[in-house]
């Protein structure tokens, strides 16, 4: 099993940035790919970034060239650079984690905010 764990959530105005970070642990060889995922009430979560151990990434349309997904393989940690944030970000950011036999684990969550 994987076990992840986010930080970095938090207020920001429009325009601002935020570093959204995800450490994982555990059975950390058997992760194929990270990501990114966010959700509002009532609404479906949906992909925001992913990024796989080969380095292939892909990105919601809504946040190509605003949101960077990278890690640090030594500390085992993916994170999310958010620039630019609109208020339509606003949601929250749940870090997944997929295993090459298609296992998903999933962060705890943590909300981003933004308004003035």
């Known amino acids: 099993q994987v076990q992840l764990v986010e930080s970095g959530g938090g207020l920001v105005q429009p325009g601002g940035s935020l570093r959204l970070s995800c450490a994982a642990s555990?059975?950390?060889?058997?992760?194929?790919?990270m990501g990114w995922y966010r959700q509002v009430p009532g609404k479906q979560r949906e992909l925001v970034a992913q990024l796989t151990t080969r380095g292939v990434t892909n990105y919601a349309d809504s946040v190509k060239g605003r949101f960077t997904i990278s890690r640090d393989n030594a500390k085992n940690t993916v994170y999310l650079q958010m620039i630019s944030l609109k208020p339509s970000d606003t949601a929250v950011y749940y870090c997944?984690?997929?295993?090459?036999?298609?296992?998903?684990?999933w962060g705890q969550g943590t909300q981003v905010t933004v308004s003035l």
């Open positions: 997944n984690a997929v295993t090459y036999n298609g296992r998903s684990s």
């Open positions: 555990g059975s950390i060889f058997a992760i194929h790919a």
